[in-house]
């Protein structure tokens, strides 16, 4: 079964810190993403990484930074944190088909103040 | 235009009806279509996925697919309270990269 970690579920930063958001997964899958989830704005793509060192902007790209050194890990990078990027973030991996689901980690609730 | 639109709802359902709901999209080049449920303060999880024109059913859930439409639908039959929950339709597009986008989420509330 897939498995997708994220580092934190609840995460308490201030205004101006460098926050990193972590994500593995075990299933050696070639593309991973970041999305923010938001009330009434349902999920929006911040990045996503097809393969090792790839990488590619999202809908949302702004006040992020992304990082994949290694297949099973994407780490989403807030590199001056801002109190609009409290949210709920979600990791989501998948393999090479189109036709694969997106199998998401259990989120990150990122409060900044 | 969004790229993936839903109504927000709530849609309200007595238990034991039948809840549908529907997806739009936009681009053409769509090709695979998912449909997430999501319970609150819980990451989505996949409920169906659906490639070809037509139905596909999986126990109580059956996806509609209509690409000259453009829509994708999500039918659960015989509702339960359990199936109280957002649900999340998502589209990928085939050619390029992987790109999934999500409509915003159709609220469920199955009434004992």
């Known amino acids: 079964d897939v498995k997708v970690t994220q580092s934190s579920r609840y995460l308490v930063k201030r205004t101006g810190e460098k926050v990193f958001l972590e994500c593995v997964q075990d299933?050696?899958?070639?593309?991973m993403f970041w999305y923010r989830q938001d009330p009434g704005l349902g999920l929006r793509l911040i990045y996503f990484s097809y393969d090792v060192k790839m990488k590619e902007k999202g809908d949302i790209p702004e006040g992020y930074s992304v990082s994949r050194e290694k297949k099973e890990r994407f780490s989403l990078i807030l590199e001056s944190a801002s109190t609009n990027q409290t949210s709920m973030y979600l990791c989501?991996?998948?393999?090479?088909?189109?036709?694969?689901?997106?199998?998401f980690g259990n989120g990150t609730r990122l409060t900044v103040t | 235009q969004k790229e993936v639109e839903q109504n927000s709802g709530p849609l309200s359902v007595p238990e034991g009806a039948i809840a549908s709901l529907n997806c739009t999209y936009s681009d053409r080049g769509s090709q695979s279509f998912f449909w997430y449920r999501q319970y609150s303060g819980k990451s989505p999880e996949l409920i169906m996925s659906i490639y070809s024109n037509g139905d596909k059913e999986d126990g109580r859930f059956t996806a509609q697919l209509n690409k000259a439409r453009q829509y994708v639908s999500l039918l659960i039959r015989d509702s339960q309270p359990s199936d109280s929950a957002t649900y999340l339709c998502?589209?990928?597009?085939?050619?390029?990269?992987?790109?999934?986008?999500f409509g915003t989420g159709t609220k469920l509330q199955v009434i004992p």
């Open positions: 998502a589209v990928n597009k085939r050619g390029g990269y992987q790109k999934v986008t």
């Open positions: 299933m050696d899958h070639e593309n």
């Open positions: 989501a991996s998948t393999g090479s088909s189109y036709n694969s689901p997106l199998h």
